[in-house]
């Protein structure tokens, strides 16, 4: 439990074994014994917290309702809409005895709950005074992953899936984009990490949706991590499971359908968007800890009690403030240990400082410190925070504006993927072509589409056929 | 979907279709297709949040931190504290394929989380400095029940379990305390329910516990409902697990365990104390809408408009409130309507009322109305809102205590029961006479510890061996 004030790898030598480092050191997560699960640890389950408490604000603001549906799916059920079950069948968990007898009809752990919420809507609705319905859930899904890696691809992971029904299309279509909206903001207000977003790719898209949108952030090695989907399901599922309303004109309709979600994905792009080689960096809003306060020389007079007088008038400002005054650790071996946890901005209180009426202040993402006056500390440090989330916003923002590039030819696609980063490029859009081109790029694939046009006249370098759209590629997670 | 606004069935009819009616009237939940689960929809649910941000409130006051564990236990580890698994085994739901593949191990969905978090605490803890951890966790649990009813005994329910390691027998003891008494205010302070509660006999406590204590509720049909325990594991699962530390002395030790935890089981003793014939009755703070304001000849000038001004002044208050001018229903049908869902204040704005200034509150739990002037609104109800959780109180603490009975025979003690509620009478304490007395009081159980002495030289009704303690005896759920 004390090697988290060693040195981690540093993210040029190995990126992957970096990443892994600051989940363990910053106690993020903990390896399960149940091989492909994790342990979601206090300080990383309290980041997932955050981000409840943002989105179930947004998601109300919407019209959305909390539900909790059942945690497995009757296999009877899951076959019941064709594509979904061919996306999803293969990475299930399936129970099969229950109260030590075989079960007739095994049960699915879900993997995600397109259908059970179906089946539900199907005895919830019944006339079109009864649409919208707009109803979320927080919970635990289940995929059977081959290769795991902490918040990034797991057995298990913790998201919320919203599952909407509407009167019509136009409906659907808005509510798909407002909730795509809902999680760029949560991106740009919150997580400070900016995303590319757009329409998925016939190829790319969920299994059994119309119509597929997503974020995309960028890590710091230039692969892109798909952050959130907000899913057009069209009549798809409907149909399939006889969901039908009597419409405004008396006659029977049937409805249309979204879904969407984000989960503790996100906490991997927070750790691999921000992150140095000192460990964790954490966008204030959603940092358990925001502000630590260091004493340093403890043992001399008035320096604890100035701790926890700023600790105290901070607390009652609403910051979440840490005070660490173990004595059996050294100033310096705090500031590392608060690095790796990522406290955005720490307050150091020495004898010398106190003299003078002032306090040291350092902020975590640029290392920047600076004093300010003791009496100012209440009204400066809620706009100093702020002033972080801006630095961090705008130095990942820098980061994906330099790493995106436009390119009109494989060779400069395989160049520019090789290098990192996003490259937009022209092409059919056709699944084949999709495929090939993630064999020639070493696994270059399509994240959003950028624009639904293509240059007059321009072919696909790969099968020479007419463009139709220009689309973000990238290596991804 | 329109079903709502019928009479549902009285309480002294038939109490459990009485139950069941409320639960789906009033729109809490729905059976789902799958079998033994129930979907939790909005209107319950939000009881649910409601309680959640109360406790973990008071949970982080006493020092615990959120986690996540993974939802299943391998076979292999589940098999490791003997008792444990004895009491669990046999209503568990078992997966046995994962990815297509059939499982070596095969995986457990979590009936409740002793193993896991034994397991990962043997990681995490290593020295006395590491301690004490006082984690908690919020998810639903899997329980293969034959009979279900919805809140009360279902295949999948959700709930919180706190688990914590400590040095010493002592904290160990206190933290059971504590919680128990956490969720003790939880019912006096947010519920307005009154518990009995106290330690449980050997024959009904925890598998694996040292001693399990428990709150336990008085329904409306004179039946007990355990709302809540709180078990102190000794050292028994850290034993079974190998956790150990380096103590203050430097030997290695033992530490000691507790778990804790309430369940949705509490929306049905919210339904089962409060409810009366006209439906739920809703303490006004786990209520979704706390305030109801229904228009009263709506079309007629300045209604609709007084009606507007009041939402917009009491939801500035941060109360729940809606406003319900759906011209298509009679303010007689929404009455009975916000009856059923028990609401806990309603006000009427009508245009006679309006011209006196005043409006018209009725409070759910009592009937009683009375007018208020309107300018006086946004100062009354808060207070009012605390009356009607302080009626709500008292009514169940009177129903409570005039439901308590001493006696000191099996004869009394079956016409007690069979008339409802509790009976107090000292045995012998052991599990052969706590099983004959369930067998001649037709179900009755000890369901906790009053005293752990009785009046000298009493002898045991059942056997005739020398009495040990005092106990509460009920019919329960």
Known sequence: MNMKNEAITARDVDFAQWYTDVCKKAELMDYSSVKGFIDYLPYGYAIWEEIQNYLNKRFKEKGSENVYLPMVIPSSLFNKEKEHVEGFAPETLVATY???????????????????????????????????????????????????????????????????????????????????????????????????????????????????????????????????????????????????????????????????????????????????????????LVAPIQVVIIPIRQQEEGVLEACKGIKDTLEKEGIRVKLDDDNSKTPGWKFSEYEMKGVPLRIEVGPRDLKEGQVVLAKRVTGEKKTGKIEEVESMIPSLLQEIHNDMYKKALDFLNSHISDVDNLDDLKKALDKGGYARMAFCGSAECELKIKEITNGGTTRCIYKESAPEGSVCPVCGKPNTMVVYFAKAY
């Open 98 to 284: 229950g109260g030590g007898k075989k079960l007739d009809d095994p049960l699915i752990i879900r993997p995600t709950s397109e259908i059970l919420f179906s089946d539900m809507y199907k005895r919830l609705v019944s006339s079109y005074r009864d649409l919208p319905k707009r109803y979320n859930q927080w919970c635990s899904v289940v995929r059977w992953e081959k290769t795991t890696r902490p918040f990034l691809r797991g057995a298990e992971f913790l998201w919320q899936e919203g599952h909407c029904l509407f009167e019509t299309e136009e409906e659907a279509e808005k509510n798909v984009k407002d909730m795509l909206q809902v999680y760029d903001d949560c991106g740009k207000d919150l997580l400070a990490i900016p995303f590319v977003k757009g329409k998925k790719t016939e190829h790319e898209k969920f299994a059994g949706a119309l119509a597929t949108y997503s974020i995309e952030a960028l890590m710091h090695d230039g692969k892109a991590l798909q952050s959130g989907t907000s899913h057009n399901l069209g009549q798809g599922f409907a149909k399939a499971f006889g969901i039908s309303f009597q419409g405004r004109n008396n006659a029977l309709e049937v409805p249309w359908q979204t879904s969407w979600g984000v989960s503790t994905r996100l906490l991997g792009a927070i750790i691999m968007v921000h992150g140095d080689d000192n460990g964790l960096v954490l966008p204030p």
